[in-house]
Structures are given as C-alpha cells and as structure tokens.
C-alpha cells in the first residue's frame, strides 16, 4: 500500500509540475523536497547517507546514497554522483529506479546536496560549482547574477568530492574507481566542465547539462582553451553535453549580470574539444526544453549513459 502511494504521489507530482511550468520556465528556487522515494526505496535498492562540512565549516552536506541491493562486482559498483542532489531526489520515482535495477550493472547512485530541505540552496551552490578566475580570491569573489552570493570555490568543492566524499562512500559500498560518472545541470554543469579541464583523471564520464558557459565572462571556455592547448592524453574520457531547444516563442529572460555567450561559442568549444587525444565528445539537444526543465528530463538519460539502455517500463 505505500509503495502503491508513493508511486501515485510521484505521479501526480510530475503532473502537476507539467502543468504549472511552461517549458522554459526557471524552477522556483523556494521548493522544499518534501516526502521521497528516498523515505521508502522500492525493491532492489537500498539507501545509506554520507554527511560532510565544507572546508570552511559554512556549508553542510547530505549525500543520499541509492546503493543496488545485490553483491558487489568483482570490480565493484559503477557510480553515478549527480549534484544538485535535493532536485534531483524529487525527480525519482520508484518505477524508474525499478527499470535502472533491472539492467545488467546498475550504478551506486551518489546525491549531492545541502544538508537542509531546500530544493536548490542558490547561494551555496554558487559558491562551490563555480570557478575563480586567474588571481581571483574566492573569499572576495562575487556571483555576477547575485553579488551578494559568494562564488569561486569549485576547486575547493572538488577536493572534498575527492579526498573526502568518494573515500566515505567506499568505506560503505565497493566502488569501481575506473566508472565514475560526474553529472551537473547550470552552474553544475559549469562545475562539470571545469572539472574536467582542471582534473580530468577524476572522472571517466562528465555529463553537463546546460552548462552555463557565459558565466563570469567565460572564464570556463577559457579553461577549456587551456586544455586543448595542453594537448592532455586522456585514458578513455567520454563528455556528454546536453542542452534544450526552448519553443521560438518562448519569452527570453534577460538578468543583469548575465551576458549571453555568442551563438557559435557551444560548436566551437566542441569542435576544439575533439582534438583532445583520448576524449569521446558527444552532444544532444531536447526540443521544446528551456533551461530549467532540463535538469528532470536527462536524469533517466544520465542512467543510461552509465548502465545501457533500461528495461521498459511494465505493461499497466
């Protein structure tokens, strides 16, 4: 009976969603999570927590684990962290955590978020998925769309998910350090790219979903022409780099702050990226998406770029 609840609540939640928000439409920053599949994981499926500080002891971090409840691999489990991990817990349902544990290997999956119950926390991931330029400081760096938002603490960000985060999740499941999958939307997937560009062994899989490149003057397009001039010889690295198509008549939300990165900035980056030795560079795009509903509508593509193709769905 409360499995049968949640996947009508789950339901009529992603109805509702649908209904209320035009396809371009911004997520309303204030939801609260609210009642999850985390609270009652379906079958196959068991969930653990990991909880952190950041380094300055401001922020405090929840990560929700999905852990596949069946042994380990031999070399063990795949992963998949996605930030944004409070969003993206209310985009699950069981049926579609039930079709990702029928696949061959199913990855541990990894939810990186704020330890409240904010449905995106504007201000602190502002800080941590976005870079600093060259000779900024990040204690006096400012987000250009919110200057009373702090920003410039990605490199940061990244050492706990690497020096901190991954080792307590292999203390609680077996990991396989060679399927690692790093997944962000927005500035997350701004963090996504400057994270390969900075530290490009730490993944093998970088999906950026909408990744925004205008960001404090493109500073993360002029990392990433570092890169390619670097000419790194990458190990097998696939990057996925999804955007949406919004309808034409779509209203365009222009916000001080925000310069639009030009037209040809995207083909360029991805043209120049597939020189790199040993980078798999692949783009896809969702027409009639804006921005904002991309986050929900890539994270059962995120599922299949890590475990293959799911099972469909059971017949009603």
């Known amino acids: 009976m409360r499995a049968r609840y949640l996947k009508w609540l789950s339901a ?6 649908m209904v209320a928000m035009p396809a371009w439409a911004q997520p309303d920053l204030s939801q609260r999570i609210g009642r999850t599949v985390a609270d009652a994981p379906p079958p196959g499926w068991r969930t653990d927590d990991v909880r952190l500080r950041s380094a300055d002891g401001e ?44 696949t061959p290997q199913p990855p541990v999956i990894a939810l990186i978020a704020y330890d409240n119950d904010l449905r995106i926390d504007a201000a602190a991931r502002s800080l941590d998925y976005t870079p600093a330029k ?22 940061a960000f ?22 690692q999958t790093l997944w962000g939307h927005s500035y997350g997937g701004l963090f996504v790219l400057h994270t390969l560009f900075r530290q490009p062994e730490a993944f093998q899989q970088y999906i950026a979903v909408e990744p925004s490149l ?9 990392e990433a022409e570092r890169f390619v001039a670097d000419s790194p010889r990458l190990g097998s690295t696939r990057l996925l780099i999804w955007n949406g198509i919004p309808p034409a008549d779509a209203p365009r939300r222009e916000r001080p702050g925000r310069t639009p990165a030009p037209p040809d900035t995207l083909p360029n980056l991805v043209s120049a990226l597939r020189g790199v030795p040993g980078l798999q560079v692949e783009t896809r795009q969702w027409p009639g998406l804006g921005h904002g509903p991309m986050l929900g509508a890539t994270v059962s593509p995120a599922f299949e770029a890590v475990a293959g193709p799911l099972p469909d769905p059971p017949p009603r």
């Open 214 to 222: 205008w960001w404090n003057e493109g500073v993360v397009v002029k």
């Open 59 to 102: 922020r405090r971090y929840r990560v929700r684990l999905f852990i596949p409840d069946r042994v380990a691999p031999a070399t063990g489990f795949p992963v998949l962290w996605m930030l944004d991990g409070n969003a993206v817990l209310m985009t699950l349902g069981p049926d579609l955590l039930q079709r990702l544990s029928g």
């Open 158 to 179: 990244l050492a706990l998910i690497t020096t901190q985060l991954r080792p307590a999740v292999t203390h609680r499941v077996p990991i396989d350090p060679a399927r």
């Open 134 to 155: 060259p000779g900024e400081n990040p204690a006096v760096a400012r987000d250009p769309l919110s200057p009373d938002r702090r920003s410039g603490g990605a490199d």
């Open 12 to 17: 009529l939640s992603l109805l509702l969603a």
